[in-house]
Every structure is written in C-alpha cells, then in structure tokens.
C-alpha cells in the first residue's frame, strides 16, 4: 500500500496544522499522498517555514463524483468523525476503497455534530479503524458501540521536529504566559484572564497574551494583550518567548470540549511548561508534576494558585518545561504517520 488519498471537508485550515503534518510526513516516508477536498481553503495559508510549509495542492475539489478517482488510491483517510461517518464511508464504499478517520473534539461532543449510536454501529463493520487521538476518546467511542477491534489510540500530529532542534531554554522565572486557540467558547480564554487578573495581584509583573483573543476584553488593562488569529510561525514565535503555555479548556454550553490541543505538544517540544484543564484526553499529553500543572476545568482559583505556585517556584518551572520534549515525542508528525501506516492504513 504505497497511495494514499486524504478526503477533506475543506483543505488548507489554519488551526489543522495537524492534518497538514500528517500529510507532510506521509510524503516523507515515500508514500504518494494525494488530496481531494469538498472546498479549498485559504489561498495564503503557511504552516511554518521552507516547502513543508506549503499546503499540499488538491488533486480535485468537490465531492459528489469524486468516487471515480478516489477508486484508483490504496487507502481512504479523513479527519473528524461526522465527516468520516456521513461522507467518507459512503463515499469509499461507492469508490470500493478501504478508509479510516481520525476523531477530535466538536465531532465527538458537541450535541448538533455528534454522531449517533445507530451511525457508528452502521459504519463499524466497514471502516477499517477509527482513529481515537486519546484513551479518553477510546472510552467514549466504546460507549457507543464501535467494537475494540475497530479503534486505533494514535495520538493527534504535530510538526515537531524543528521545534525539538530550535527550543530555547527552559524558563527560570514566570513573568509572561501564553495561550493560543480559536476564538470559541470551550477555549475558556475568559476563565484565565479572571485568574490571571487574580494571580497579578500576589505577581505584580505577570503579563498575559492571548492569541485568538482578540476583542474577548474592551479596554484591556496594562499587561494584557489580545491578539487575532495569526499564521503558525507567528504563533510559534510567541510560544518561544513565553514563560508557561496555558490550556484553559472547559466544556462549553453546548457540549463541545478540546480533544488535545496541539498547542500543548508544541509546548512540550519547545521546553514551555503548561497549565491546564484536567478535560478529554489532555492527561494523556500533560501529567501533573512532570511537565505542566492540570486543574480542575473552569475552575478560576486552581487556575490563579497554579500560575501563582508557578511564579513562586521558578526551580519547579524549570523542570516542568524541561520534561516537556520527553511527553510531546509521541505526538511528533513522523511518528505518527508510521503509526497510521500500520495501525490504521494497513489491512
């Protein structure tokens, strides 16, 4: 099996840097990868620096009679589980092709995009795995009926190899902390900015950034600031610069929560101790006490006492981002490519 096409709702998307990576590192490891897409993304879209950094081109754009070429690849791969249910299975059995999907977060627990029992035991016997990106995601997948032999654990990709080569130092003092996500509700930006508010009362010179933050606040007071969406190396830019990575994920009123973010692996990797909520399958990246902090979701005094304990104990931030590189090896885009290869793609 040597062809691989990836079936997309939309390619490129800024904050997929994950699909990306795979991607990238499929053609590395000499497979001929291909992508088709029901609607191309943004035309200026980066996913860092040199050719790994450009999208992919799509071989073909629209779906509804796409079976045709898609009959000609080894393997059939998409990402999110709506989309894998309710487009790709239909689509990979029209085409005759064996598929596999990765699942997330929106896909699996927000009440308007969650898939039914009913579907998954109706596309259980024909996937060839449904890729769970934690053991949390195993378990919830499990409780609705998709069979053990059915799932595959990989964690979600990240283009960390350059990061592992570039990380600085890890901090000695906490002084600026960094969160980074898309403007949306289960992000729980607003829980950190009360901790941080908080917390800068007992550390006068915290400063916070937020990128995707941007209008969460009118008038921010000194040492916050809020920042739109920017393109990846930006954001890797800021994380360098950081003092602590901070995930303040809550599960937001309509049910969605974060899968991992790849934020955090990206942290691990460049040496930035983390704080997060203890949420989905975060445990699975971030233990607490090796290298980040997990607190309660929502919870804004945990919150204030972790970033606080932090400040107070720079020998403890120190290791904490030290550790960092060891826990995020597992989300590196190489290694989970070849564990796609044989634990998803492969019959």
């Known amino acids: 099996m040597r062809s691989v096409a990836y ?13 990306h990576a795979e991607l990238v590192a499929l053609r590395r490891l000499g497979f001929d990868v291909h992508v088709v897409a029901h609607e191309a993304g943004p035309g200026d879209v980066s996913f860092g620096d040199g050719p790994d950094g450009h999208p992919l081109p799509l071989d073909h754009v629209g779906l509804q009679n796409a079976a045709a070429l898609l009959h000609r690849f080894d393997h059939l791969h998409g990402h999110f589980a709506d989309f894998g249910v309710r487009v790709l299975a239909p689509l990979a059995q029209r085409a005759e092709r064996p598929f596999s999907f990765t699942c997330h977060a929106y896909d699996l627990f927000r009440r308007d995009a969650a898939v039914r029992p009913e579907e998954w035991r109706a596309v259980a016997p024909h996937v060839q795995k449904v890729v769970a990106i934690s053991r949390f995601h195993r378990e919830f997948l499990l409780a609705r009926g998709v069979p053990d032999s059915r799932i595959a654990i990989i964690p979600n990709a990240a283009a960390l190899a350059d990061l592992f080569l570039t990380a600085p130092e890890s901090p000695r003092q906490l002084r600026k902390v960094l969160a980074v996500g898309r403007p949306v509700a289960k992000k729980g930006f607003g829980v950190l900015v009360q901790a941080w508010a908080r917390a800068r009362q007992i550390v006068p010179d915290l400063e916070l950034d937020i990128i995707g933050g941007a209008g969460l606040v009118e008038n921010p007071p000194p040492g916050l600031r809020l920042w739109p969406m920017c393109d990846w190396p930006q954001v890797v830019a800021a994380m360098k610069a950081a003092d602590v990575i901070v995930a303040p994920c809550v599960v937001a009123p309509d049910g969605d929560m974060d899968g991992i973010p790849t934020v955090l692996a990206e942290a691990g990797a460049l040496r930035r101790p983390v704080i997060a909520s203890h949420v989905s399958g975060i445990a699975d990246l971030i233990a607490d006490g090796v290298n980040g902090l997990l607190v309660p979701p ?4 945990a919150l204030t006492m972790a970033l606080v304990r932090l400040a107070q104990r720079p020998a403890e931030l120190t ?5 960092g590189p060891m826990l995020a090896a597992a989300h590196d885009a190489d290694v989970v490519a070849r564990r796609l290869v044989h634990e998803a793609f492969a019959a």
Not at 9 to 17: D, E, K, R
Not at 319 to 323: E, M, T
């Open 7 to 19: 079936v997309l709702a939309q390619y490129p998307v800024p904050s997929q840097t994950f699909v």
């Open 298 to 301: 929502g919870d804004v005094h």
């Open 319 to 323: 290791r904490l981002g030290a550790a």
